[in-house]
Each structure stands twice: as structure tokens, then as C-alpha cells.
């Protein structure tokens, strides 16, 4: 009886458009936050886009150390360039699982190490002054004036993300111990948080939904050009738009939503708030990451190369 002989299943070296695309679909399949998605689909894209650019080689380790070097010489931040390759080796994991990659080649792109991070980039943080500047300029009996408002509060306050202030519903917000506060949040990657809204904070919040006669769902809405509330929810890119709208008229560039969070974080800290407190507040699972919002890793506004000072020479004196 002569036994069955199974043949050795072939693997590609060299991925057409149409295994990429099926790659990236198993990719964006596997992720379950929408941000995420997002970006990981941006980023499989620019890659698809240079890899079919290129001469058609083999994907394996060397191509991929190519792209790294090619992000490099592009001048993006090392973040960025880091991000772009691990969507690479997603792709390349997901690739090798589908069977259109071997699974060597694949292992080899994991082992592709990402661009190095020399010192720390310097964050944006608001002063108190600035803050309650760039929260009061929205003030206004409109609607549109008190929902933004609203917003930019709870943004400075409370330091919440894009993302958590567009999804923000009614319900969460109750009261605790006494005190108002945002129940059970889920934030990013799933974590789950309690928020204490600021008094100031809560007022603001409460002018916008009696105005809006907002009681359930979302909290912050679209609003029409005639003035009147539209629709369920907004777009995180209205909140970008808030954010650089009036930080703009106060005279600030370059404020962007995340800015307001350090903000909420430095503000605390500043005034005797416990670095472990914060931590709980921003949702993070690290506290070297709340320290990087908090700029511990260098004061800026009390340099150490102020503690000393080079008189100038005195004529007349040898």
C-alpha cells in the first residue's frame, strides 16, 4: 500500500496587492477600538503604497528595515515611524495565519526593531491663567457658545480624550460620595474609570443641556447653522475644531485637545494634587505616563541653568 504523500504547502515570498488587501482586512477584523482601526488602516496603507512603489521583492526583514529607513528619512517623529511598523508586523503576523507569507519571513520582519527615542519631545501645557481664558472666551447665550464652553470645561477639567467627550452619555454622569462625577467610563484600551467633574465644571455642563434639553444620550450634539441642536453626537474632529477656535482667539497656536489634558494633569499637580490621584484620573496603567503629561522628566519653567548667572566684566578692572 503505497502512503499518501501531502504536499508541502507553498508559501509567497512576494505578496500581490490582492494578498495585501485580504492581509490588512484580517488586520482591521482583529481590532475592536475604532481609533485604532483608524489608524492601523492608515498606516497599512502607506505601507501597501511604498512596498508597490518599490521593485517587487520579497517581503521579508531587510524590506521592511528599507521602510523603516525610508519613514526615517521622511522626518517623521519616532512615535510615528514606531506605530507605522508595528502595523507592518501586524500585517506580516496576519500574512503568515491567512498561509500567504512563510512563517519565517514573518517571524524575521517581527524582529525588526523600531526607530530609538533620544531624550523626550516637549509637551504643550496651558497656564491656569491661560486655561480660564481660553474657557470663558466661548461664554455666550447661543447654544453653540454654551456647548463649546461646556466642552472646552470638561476637557480642562476633567481631561478627558476626544474620543470620551464626543461618547459621552447622560447617564454616566451621577453623583458619588457627594460628588458629581463621570461612573465607570470605558476609555482607551478598555480601561475603566471614574471621573469627578469640577463644581465650575458641572455648571457650565448643566447651562449647555437645559438650554439643549439634553436628558438622555450623548452630550454633546451638533448644532445647525440656524442654532438649532441636530442629530445624536458629534464628530472628534468638532472638538479639534473647539479647541483651535478659541485658543486661536485668546492667542495661543498650536493648541490641540490632548494639550488640555496635560493641562487638567499639570493643573492638579500643581496645586498639591497626588501623582497616584492623577494617575486614576487620566486612566492611565503606567505612572511613568502620567509623569510624562506632568513634564517631570524636565521643568521648563524653572530651568536648572537659572540657578547660576555670568556677571559681566567691569571696565577698569584687570
Not at 453653540?144 to 480642562?156: G, H, Y
Amino acid at each position: 500500500m503505497v502512503p499518501n504523500k501531502r504536499k508541502a504547502k507553498l508559501h509567497r515570498t512576494v505578496l500581490r496587492l490582492s494578498d495585501l488587501d485580504h492581509s490588512k482586512t484580517a488586520v482591521l477584523n482583529a481590532l475592536t477600538s475604532p481609533a485604532s482601526r483608524r489608524t492601523y488602516e492608515y498606516a497599512i496603507e502607506q505601507f501597501i503604497a511604498w512596498y508597490c512603489s518599490e521593485p517587487r521583492l520579497a517581503l521579508n526583514r531587510i524590506v521592511v528595515v528599507r521602510y523603516r529607513i525610508h519613514l526615517e528619512a521622511s522626518g517623521l517623529a519616532t512615535a510615528t515611524i514606531n506605530q507605522r511598523l508595528a502595523a507592518v508586523r501586524r500585517l506580516a503576523h496576519e500574512a503568515a495565519d491567512c498561509g500567504l507569507l512563510s512563517a519565517d519571513l514573518a517571524a524575521g520582519i517581527q524582529r525588526v526593531k523600531g526607530a530609538r527615542q533620544l531624550g523626550h519631545r516637549s509637551g504643550n501645557w496651558l497656564s491656569l491663567e491661560q486655561s480660564s481664558q481660553l474657557v470663558n472666551c466661548a461664554s455666550g447665550d447661543g447654544l453653540r457658545e454654551r456647548r463649546d464652553c461646556a466642552m472646552l470645561a470638561i476637557l480642562v477639567g476633567c481631561g478627558l480624550r476626544r474620543a470620551e467627550l464626543t461618547n459621552l452619555p447622560v447617564e454616566k454622569i451621577q453623583i458619588r460620595q457627594g460628588h458629581w462625577v463621570i461612573v465607570d467610563l470605558v476609555g482607551k484600551g478598555g480601561h475603566v474609570r471614574t471621573i469627578p467633574i469640577p463644581r465650575w465644571a458641572k455648571e457650565k455642563l448643566d447651562r449647555w443641556t437645559s438650554a439643549a434639553m439634553i436628558s438622555t444620550g450623548r452630550v454633546f450634539r451638533t448644532i445647525r447653522k440656524n442654532g438649532k441642536v441636530w442629530g445624536d453626537c458629534i464628530n472628534v474632529n468638532v472638538v479639534w475644531h473647539v479647541v483651535n477656535r478659541y485658543s486661536r482667539s485668546i492667542g495661543l497656536e498650536h493648541v490641540a485637545p490632548h494639550d488640555l489634558r496635560r493641562t487638567c494633569a499639570k493643573l492638579c499637580h500643581s496645586n498639591g494634587g497626588e501623582l497616584e490621584q492623577i494617575q486614576f484620573l487620566l486612566g492611565h496603567v503606567s505612572v511613568q505616563t502620567t509623569e510624562r503629561y506632568l513634564g517631570c522628566k524636565q521643568n521648563l519653567s524653572q530651568p536648572v541653568n537659572d540657578r547660576f548667572e555670568i556677571t559681566p566684566q567691569i571696565a577698569g578692572l584687570d
